[in-house]
């Protein structure tokens, strides 16, 4: 009778301790999701009109990169220094 008083006590322990490890990621959530930076770093990367535009996160300026009959043009539109103020070139 003692084994099994002993075996009972050990694995709910066990069970206790499982469900412990199981249930902290929810008290405490830390996966936080992060983008690759890849090989353009922190650019962002969209299109518009046949063009693509090119958002340098760190220094604010962007760029548009369009095809034309002679190749691809590439021009700076300027720098945003703050969100619906004009850009400053």
Same mark, same amino acid.
Request: aromatic share 8%; net charge positive; hydrophobic share 50%.
């Given at each position: 009778m003692r084994i099994d008083t002993c075996t009972k006590?050990?694995?709910?322990?066990?069970a206790l301790l499982l469900a412990v490890i199981?249930?902290?990621p929810l008290?405490?959530? +830390?996966n936080?999701?992060? &983008?690759q930076q890849g090989?353009?770093?922190p650019v962002q990367l969209t299109g518009g009109g046949g063009d693509l535009w090119v958002i340098d996160k760190?220094?604010? +300026?962007?760029?548009?990169? &369009?095809a034309d009959?002679?190749?691809t043009v590439v021009r700076c539109l300027g720098k945003m220094v703050e969100v619906?103020?004009?850009?400053?070139r």
């Open positions: 006590t050990i694995l709910a322990v066990i199981v249930l902290r008290a405490n959530p +830390q936080v999701a992060h &983008a090989i353009f770093g760190n220094t604010g +300026q962007i760029w548009v990169y &369009a009959s002679e190749g619906g103020k004009p850009l400053v």
